[in-house]
């Protein structure tokens, strides 16, 4: 039998990005508009959520509209001095990590630097078959990032796997929507969520389930109880 493969985002899924991470992402990613588009303060801001709703990625919609580089953009905004100090895991999710059976692998739109780093602060790095990050995320030349369903598919099949033999285990369910759409069973990690989605997803409560999720957890070890 095909083992299950689990597609797990990181940031507010294995770790509570919004008291570490998010409180850079934003700044630094407003001070590259600033710098590399040559706009004032306020455009940055208003360009950086603009394709973050538009495309879900703002990294796709600077590369879409005005050629920026993902490595470029990864190298210039990734770069958080002392991050690691400022982590916040959960001690139970490194045991349920290990005793989840099938193949284990991240998945993620930010850096795979990044992310390879912030597994190590979180002593998770040996507990993943594979770290995917957004500058990997390429088909035919194009960058294809969540929650693009190209992406999901192709990724299935690199797998030798049918897309119902995976789980995607995200906070984020723009991507959950396109990764079910394609067969995918969705799972939707609320821990370090606040009442309400936010970014895209303002006005989605917690408390419902969309019909493309398939179940909602706020711990790990939950996952494990799937069917």
């Known amino acids: 039998m095909v083992r299950r493969v689990w597609l797990f985002d990181l940031d507010n899924t294995l770790h509570n990005a919004g008291a570490s991470a998010f409180r850079y992402f934003d700044g630094a990613m407003n001070r590259y508009i600033e710098e590399h588009l040559q706009v004032a303060p306020e455009e940055a801001d208003r360009l950086r959520a603009d394709y973050w709703h538009r495309y879900g990625s ?13 490595s470029h953009f990864v190298r210039h905004t990734h770069a958080f001095p002392g991050l690691e100090r400022e982590l916040v895991g959960h001690p139970h999710d490194l045991a349920a990590l290990r005793h989840l059976t ?3 692998i991240v998945l993620t739109n930010a850096g795979r630097d990044y992310a390879l780093r912030v597994l190590k602060a979180l002593r998770m790095e040996g507990l993943f078959d594979e770290v ?3 500058e990997e995320m390429r088909m035919f030349g194009h960058l294809r990032p969540k929650p693009d369903a190209r992406l999901f598919r ?6 030798g796997v049918h897309p119902s033999r995976c789980v995607l285990v995200e906070d984020t369910l723009l991507h959950q929507r396109a990764a079910h759409a394609v067969g995918m069973r969705t799972v939707w990690m609320q821990r370090w969520l606040k009442h309400h989605a936010h970014g895209p997803e303002v006005g989605v409560y917690l408390h419902r ?10 711990t790990l070890q939950q996952l494990r109880r799937l069917p």
């Open 58 to 70: 703002t990294l796709l919609g600077l590369i879409r509209h005005h050629g920026v580089r993902p």
């Open 102 to 104: 099938g193949r284990k």
């Open 132 to 134: 995917i990050g957004i």
């Open 154 to 159: 192709a990724l299935a099949a690199r797998l």
């Open 209 to 218: 389930r969309p019909p493309y999720v398939c179940a909602r957890i706020k």
